[in-house]
């Protein structure tokens, strides 16, 4: 079966912009979770959800915000962006987003802001 | 500062090599996951290990789990080329919200 896909798969941008990031989950996983890759921050948490409803948030200002669809294909956004938010964007998905549930990645949006 | 700290952040080594990378925090985590991250890709789940001392392996990879669950240690017997990678541990914090460490990149010469 296929996995997790996003695209685009590399983004460039201009300070001020905003832009929409999208996410397939695997078919049949209702739990999409979006995470921003840094090489000095790692992996961190930016928000789940599941059945169209934001279940848990992170860290992350009020500029980054996602949705949920009916089919659980996911979108994050980001507005008003700024140099640092320049960084891999990953999303992962899994049946019900459960802790003892494995989370399958995507390859990932690479975004960059100019 | 990072919840997870892993070191070290950088290992260059050769093939047949064995090695041991860390993952330490000041807090108790009901689960720990290992995960590799190759270039151009997200982040594949190597193990979950959730009782404190718990060891388990997967191949040439002998995962640990600290006793007080604070910690986890990931050893790689005879490393090879393809072992490559970012090798990152994750786990829940007290918000359930899965936090990762920053990773240790282990590159292996053939």
Known sequence: KAGVTQTPRYLIKTRGQQVTLSCSPISGHRSVSWYQQTPGQGLQFLFEYFSETQRNKGNFPGRFSGRQFSNSRSEMNVSTLELGDSALYLCASSLAGTKTEEQYFGPGTRLTVT | ?110
Not at chain 2, 20 to 28: A, E, F, H, K, L
Not at chain 2, 38 to 46: A, F, I
Not at chain 2, 59 to 82: E, V, W, Y
């Open chain 2, 1 to 110: 500062t990072q919840l997870l700290e892993q070191s070290p952040q950088f290992l260059s080594i050769q093939e047949g090599e064995n090695l041991t990378v860390y993952c330490n925090s000041s807090s108790v985590f009901s689960s720990l996951q290992w995960y590799r991250q190759e270039p151009g890709e997200g982040p594949v789940l190597l193990v979950t290990v959730v009782t404190g001392g718990e060891v388990k392996k997967l191949k040439r990879l002998t995962f640990q789990f600290g006793d007080a669950r604070k910690d986890s240690s990931l050893h790689i017997t005879a490393a090879q080329p393809g072992d490559t990678g970012l090798y990152l541990c994750a786990g829940d914090d007290l918000n359930n919200d899965m936090r990762f460490g920053a990773g240790t990149r282990l590159t292996v010469k053939p």
